[in-house]
């Protein structure tokens, strides 16, 4: 028997070409499968999770919702194509920056451990189990500080009141005290000089707000090596609200302790006495302001709140102490003379010689 017959046919049976293209698609089989392991999507893993200072940047990507903060994952298998899921809520975005690293935004969370999840549309690729912790915050991490809320909608500058807090259950900030509105108006500084500018639309309103030292944002005034008691001033702060942030000019920072409420006389001179009437009130919100109890001939009398500091009393950053130059600045007038007596008022309660 031939091997290959006048037909063309291998051994009697297979046609040689027929046999040759089955062959070829035989060899393929080992061929195809190797390429596919070597060419596949690797699986996505989570190495590490840790937290990381919030930007501008995210602030825009989070496009309104209310960022709480920034996760930096680091692993392998990433894709632009994942969403991530901490605990039982969605992250508000995924940012892909390389198949070994990814930035998750989130929004706030209940303290405690939450499991970090990636997924591929509805399908769960990878889990960090616990491996994201949000603390409990503590009275310590606030402090409060003057300003103004601009850039407000008329809508937006109604809304806000005293009490004012947001969100509820684990405020970020609370308004303790608040002004009118008003136009809004911006500061423009020139070789040192300072000059406000009216703004062409917006309202703004001075507050005293509580908020969380948090150096976790970038434009918060608490740095990472800063006392929370004594931090950097002259920001803007990005403050969250219900339906958009709010922009708060901080400008004088307050001690979270309630003040030691004080009565001092100090002497002022001609002319302004004359201005000085009881009722008068120092152009502060806060609960410190100094109020203007008697004027009699030069000395005039004014109940306040003091803080203690390492140098003693202080008021806005003024020292109180007998023989101390005080100054007081209502919308009418500035008065400034020597402290005569300084009398603390309370369960402290001493006259300072």
């Not at 009697?12 to 596949?40: E, H, K, M, Q, S």
Request: overall charge neutral; some cysteine; aromatic content about 8%.
């Amino acid at each position: 028997m031939t091997v290959v017959d006048n037909q063309g046919r291998l051994f009697g049976r297979i046609n040689l070409v027929d046999g040759a293209v089955a062959l070829f698609l035989l060899l393929l089989v080992p061929f195809g499968y190797g390429t596919f392991l070597l060419f596949r999507p690797t699986a996505p893993r989570i190495e590490s999770v840790s937290h990381a200072t919030v930007s501008r940047e995210e602030i825009r990507i989070s496009n309104g919702s209310l960022l709480a903060g920034k996760l930096k994952v680091r692993g392998t298998g990433f894709t632009p194509l994942l969403r991530a899921r901490v605990g039982d809520k969605d992250a508000l975005a995924f940012v892909f920056e390389s198949p070994n690293s990814a930035d998750v935004l989130i929004g706030l969370l209940p303290a405690g451990a939450h499991d970090l999840v990636l997924l591929d549309g509805v399908n769960e690729v990878a889990r960090a189990a616990g491996a994201v912790t949000i603390e409990v915050s503590e009275a310590r991490a606030f402090i409060k500080g003057s300003g103004w809320f601009t850039d407000l909608t008329p809508e937006a500058a109604q809304a806000l009141r005293v009490g004012f807090k947001f969100p509820e259950q684990a405020p970020v900030f609370e308004i303790t005290a608040l002004g009118p509105a008003q136009p809004a108006r911006y500061p423009l500084v020139v070789a040192g000089l300072k000059s406000d500018l009216p703004r062409s639309s917006g309202v703004e309103r001075e507050a005293v707000v509580r908020f969380r030292c948090d150096p976790g944002m970038d434009d918060n005034p608490c740095g990472m090596e800063d006392p929370i008691d004594r931090p950097k001033t002259r920001v803007t702060l990005t403050l969250p609200g219900p339906t958009a942030f709010f922009r708060f000019a901080l400008e004088e920072v307050l001690p979270s302790a309630a003040p030691q409420q004080a009565q001092l006389k100090f002497r002022v001179g001609a002319p302004v006495r004359d201005l000085i009437r009881p009722g008068d009130r120092d152009n502060s919100l806060d609960e410190r302001a100094a109020i203007v109890s008697a004027a009699a001939g030069d000395i005039v009398t004014v109940d306040l709140g003091l803080d203690q500091a390492r140098e003693g009393w202080i008021y806005r950053g003024q020292a109180i102490r007998p023989g101390a130059v005080f100054t007081l600045i209502t919308d009418r007038y500035e008065a400034r003379g020597a402290i005569e007596s300084m009398t603390l008022i309370g369960a402290t309660d001493r006259k300072t010689p």
